[in-house]
């Protein structure tokens, strides 16, 4: 019978021995256990039969062939291992066979792994990187990966420009897990674009913030969708700016209604979420997540009433009980590790997520009604956001306050706050709030632009 035990023993038996039991069977399940259990080759070992088994048309045995040759390190086979990188039709094996070639680590897989580099496959591609990485430093290696810079694969582009092109970080700027002290616990009463121009590269670590919505409340007039994006699209690249290397932003949108304007014409709904999303992208934030905000349907506006009554299809509107959070982060090279190191040892067990956090992307959450403010953040919602996306003693953003929900739950979190709210009312309101709430634990300035613009000098 076929075993792992029997298998190892006839590899140390003898040469030729796994060879000679290969023979015996043609089922693709035994020749992948048989080549599966081989582990370490011995030095003589007779792999002779190998070649053969690239020709095989199970790809799982055609994989494990390549990955017992790769293990072989005889240069002999670089030819096959050539030919099986260029014209396998499988993409597994295509890789397998650039990756053997490249733990050679000799002159003339080299060679190959530079032609391969002209493959159509990006994950051929990467894997061709790879190996040529082990040679970094040789001028041509060097040479032929640069000029990979404006590959027209995305995947490929980050890899040449991490190893090649990424800025060296000034060694004097903040550390990452610090904030200016004039940011911490303020709210400025001004408009966000200009509030955040006067702010360095770089110094805050979490945005969560909910912008006016077009046109659907009498705080948000804008002469067009298109320079409703633009405002937005403005906005959010200065948050990029002053956002923290490969820290987050939270966004909560969802696609509205402007009501027509009589019978004969039709409402209009935007698709808020999906068209600033690729601003986003471009202005080089990278898209992490969706998650999904679900209120109970008695919350939300009632629409399909009229389709209750007559059910004809084409005008079926369901009530809208979702609006989204679209998580991204500010791209870098450095992976999220990079940016957990930067905290000690007690801060981040201090920041630990506790028991009972979301497990899925559907978040419900009953919504919030405001007497003054009509469209408020849950504190649940921000609590959530603020507990998974920042530690504690970050600073968190918002750059339309409203009510100032995010400034108050960073707070009781433990984490500083920033806010940005144009309208004097709501100001006021926030302002209002602090002999109640949270704020008058610490000190919170409440600023008008002037103002700040003194305490940043
Ligand atoms: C959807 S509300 C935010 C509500 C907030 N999440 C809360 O929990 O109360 C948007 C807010 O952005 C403010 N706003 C609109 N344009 C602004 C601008 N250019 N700068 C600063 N605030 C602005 C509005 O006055 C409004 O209060």
Redesign the pocket.
């Known amino acids: 019978m076929l075993t792992k035990e029997y298998i190892k023993e006839l590899k140390n038996n003898g040469n030729g021995a796994i060879g000679q039991l290969i023979k015996n069977y043609q089922n693709s399940g035994s020749l992948t256990f048989i080549l599966e259990n081989l582990g370490q080759l011995p030095k003589d070992f007779d792999g002779s039969f190998l070649p053969d088994l690239l020709g095989h048309k199970n790809p799982t045995v055609r994989l494990w062939a390549i990955k017992t040759i790769g293990k072989l390190g005889n240069e002999e086979y670089l030819p096959l291992l050539k030919q099986t990188a260029l014209h396998d039709s499988d993409t597994n094996v295509r890789r397998e066979a650039v990756s053997s070639i490249g733990r050679m680590r000799t002159r003339e897989g080299r060679t190959i792994l530079t032609e391969i580099l002209q493959d159509n496959d990006p994950k051929i591609v990467c894997q061709a990187i790879r190996g040529l990485l082990l040679f970094k430093g040789d001028s041509q290696v060097d040479a032929s990966l640069k000029s990979l810079l404006n590959h027209e694969n995305e995947m490929v582009r980050t890899v040449i420009y991490k190893e090649y092109f990424a800025e060296q970080k000034d060694k004097k700027a903040q550390p990452h897990t610090e904030t200016y002290n004039y940011l911490k616990n303020v709210v400025v009463n001004a408009?966000?674009?200009e509030t955040m121009k006067l702010l360095k590269d770089e110094s805050i670590h979490l945005t969560f913030t909910?912008?006016?919505?077009y046109n659907a409340r009498d705080?948000?007039i804008y002469p067009s969708y298109k320079a409703y994006l633009e405002f937005l699209a403005e906005v959010f690249k200065e948050v990029h700016r002053i956002t923290k290397e490969g820290r987050f932003l939270v966004l909560n949108t969802s696609p509205i209604i402007i009501p027509r304007i009589s019978r004969a014409h039709s409402s209009k709904r935007y698709p808020i979420p999906f068209d600033i999303h690729p601003y986003l992208m471009e202005m080089g934030w990278e898209f992490i997540d969706d998650i999904v905000w679900m209120k109970p349907e008695a919350s939300v506006k009632n629409r399909i009433g009229g389709f209750q009554q007559h059910r004809k299809p084409l005008a079926y509107k369901p009530n809208s009980v979702t609006e989204y959070l679209m998580v991204y982060r500010k791209s870098t090279d450095k992976l999220l590790d990079w940016n957990i190191r930067q905290y000690d040892w007690q801060t981040v067990q201090d920041s630990k997520v506790p028991e009972g956090y979301e497990t899925t992307n559907v978040w419900k959450i009953d919504p919030c009604f405001d007497k003054v403010?009509s469209?408020?953040?849950p504190v649940e919602l921000c609590k959530r956001v603020i507990q998974y996306y920042s530690f504690k003693g970050d600073l968190v953003f918002?750059?339309?306050?409203?009510?100032?929900?995010?400034g108050k739950t960073a707070k009781s979190l433990g984490r500083y706050f920033f806010l940005?709210?144009?309208?004097k009312t709501?100001f006021d309101y926030i302002k209002s709030k602090k002999s109640k709430e949270m704020f008058d634990k610490i000190e919170t300035k409440y600023l008008t632009l002037e103002e700040f613009k003194e305490t940043i000098k």
């Open positions: 408009d966000t674009i909910s912008p006016p919505y705080y948000s403010h469209a408020v953040f918002d750059p339309f306050a409203g009510s100032g929900t995010v940005t709210e144009k309208d709501y």
